[in-house]
């Protein structure tokens, strides 16, 4: 579709008044360009009706929550914080298959959801689905955290609130178009897209609060020497494997990081990054030095297809 961004933002203003009523809405958002323009339009909509939400489930960026709260002040938008860590981790004990990790996730982030819109007296949430999550999901190639009704079930029923999604008929760049609209600062309408599930979609098996501080780091030192590139998408993977290293002249058996980097438009497709080597070398001594329980740095130069663009 093509897309008129001010005439966009004006029906979906108009379409989450008229959904929310007069009860209004919870925006759960975790500082990504969708769930953060979600959070402006519902505000736009709604006022102060609208309650914008940040969950700290222990698998988000180093400085998520700040950013998040940073980039909604000039909007006149409170964030509201719910840390739940403990809650995810042990709902993630465990598990090592993919769909299983991101069911277990989607089941806690939507119980964790509704808890929220019964304190919050609402009874309504917008979320930010975008057209790629519903082809994904549909197709069978992964199940996209944010998807409920397109695969029977019922969230009313389920968890105690309907569902709003006014970005679910648009791509990536075509929020990125919104978000610029809208007023956000390039940080976010050029940032590159960080999944719901967070940093579990990077842990390849059995997701603990030990990886996650491990490639948390490896995640931050990826994002600030690939800034320069503007890629579609960047990200250092914590694998399940280990090798055989050396730290200190001792045998270190110890853990591997994959980097991946991709350019894509809509993310249903992606071709990979080419790299400069000076730069793939300064991010693999940076995680050497930085990560010490790391002993090897592998380059992941796969498209999608065959492979997705995460992990899991």
Sequence with gaps: MKLEPRKFINSKIKE????????????ATSGGVDSMVCAVLA???LGRKAVILFIDDGLMRISDEKRVRGELKPFGIKVNI?????DF???LKGKVDPEEKRKAFRNLFYRTLGKAVRKSRVECLIQGTIAADIIETKGKIKTQHNILEQIGI???????????EPLREIFKYQVRKVAKELGFSPVVHQQMPFPGPGLATRVVGEVTPQKVKILRKAVEIVEEEMKRLKPFQAFAVLLNDKATGIRKGKRL???IIAIRSVESN???TASITKI??????????RIIKEIPEVVKVVYDITPKPPSTIEYI
Excluded: Q
Excluded at 16 to 27: D, H, Q, S, T
Excluded at 154 to 164: A, L, N, Y
């Design 82 to 86: 719910v840390r739940v860590a403990d």
């Design 154 to 164: 019922d969230p009313k029923k389920h968890f105690g609130f309907t569902v709003v």
């Design 253 to 255: 058996f110890g853990n």
């Design 276 to 285: 400069p080597w000076p730069i793939l070398e300064k991010i693999r001594e």
């Design 89 to 91: 981790f042990k709902a």
């Design 43 to 45: 505000h736009k909509a």
């Design 266 to 268: 809509d993310a249903m």
């Design 16 to 27: 989450i008044r008229k959904e929310a009523g007069n009860k209004g809405a919870l925006v």
